[in-house]
């Protein structure tokens, strides 16, 4: 179990400029999460993937969001033209089954100038 | 509005003593999950307690669940300076899809 792996650790970009942001989840978890955390709140839920379908997406996910995993192992997420309110740290966690505890990475801290 | 909100927002305590966190949510859950998060890191699993349970320890953790109260409790006795971190109640409410709902975290800071 090397445990869930997120890269990269931190991102500087430009407003308006595209990011994207690597999950790899524990490999014989096949439930896959991504979340956002700002400063002194909560995780707060945006999709979520069983195996390579994305089942659920939070309804405050801008279309300038989008995830994939296209081979229900790694995920991506890719913010296109990013505003000042996407900063924030991204969270990708994964879990075995549903309402099973989740194993979460270190986080994407993307910072947006 | 968040399904889980936790209780005090902070807490500051001296290491020995024990420290009690609360958790209340809106709506009928399956489970609701206690995780603790170190800053900068990724969040920690501390224990799962489901809705026919009352009360879960596991080492130095006790949380109990009051589901007529839509409540929980967090007690981590003996705290150490290592127990500095936010704790979070997670709640997978039944009307929330397959999804985790947390709560905004209670600081805990533990003085040597």
């Known amino acids: 179990d090397t445990g869930v792996s997120q890269n990269p650790r931190h991102k500087i970009t430009k407003r308006g400029q595209n990011v994207t942001f690597r999950c790899d989840p524990i490999s014989e978890h096949n439930r896959l999460y991504w979340y956002r955390q700002t400063l002194g709140q909560g995780p707060e839920f945006l999709t979520y993937f069983q195996n390579e379908a994305q089942l659920e997406k939070s309804r405050l996910l801008s279309d300038r969001f989008s995830a994939e995993r296209p081979k229900g192992s790694f995920s991506t997420l890719e913010i296109q033209r990013t505003e000042q309110g996407d900063s924030a740290m991204y969270l990708c966690?994964?879990?075995?089954?549903?309402?099973?505890?989740?194993?979460f990475g270190d986080g994407t801290r993307l910072s947006i100038l | 509005s968040q399904q889980g909100e936790e209780d005090p927002q902070a807490l500051s305590i001296q290491e020995g003593e024990n420290a009690t966190m609360n958790c209340s949510y809106k709506?009928?859950?399956?489970?609701l999950q206690w995780y603790r998060q170190n800053s900068g890191r990724g969040l920690v699993h501390l224990i799962l307690?489901?809705?026919?349970?009352r009360e879960k320890h596991s080492g130095r953790l006790r949380v109990t669940l009051d589901t007529s109260k839509k409540s929980s409790s967090l007690l981590i006795t003996a705290s150490r300076a290592a127990d500095t971190a936010s704790y979070f109640c997670?709640?997978?409410?039944?009307?929330?899809?397959?999804?985790?709902?947390f709560g905004p975290g209670t600081r805990l800071s533990v003085l040597p």
């Open positions: 307690i489901r809705s026919n349970e």
């Open positions: 966690a994964s879990s075995s089954e549903a309402y099973q505890p989740q194993h």
């Open positions: 997670a709640t997978d409410a039944k009307n929330y899809g397959q999804n985790f709902v």
């Open positions: 709506t009928s859950i399956n489970n």
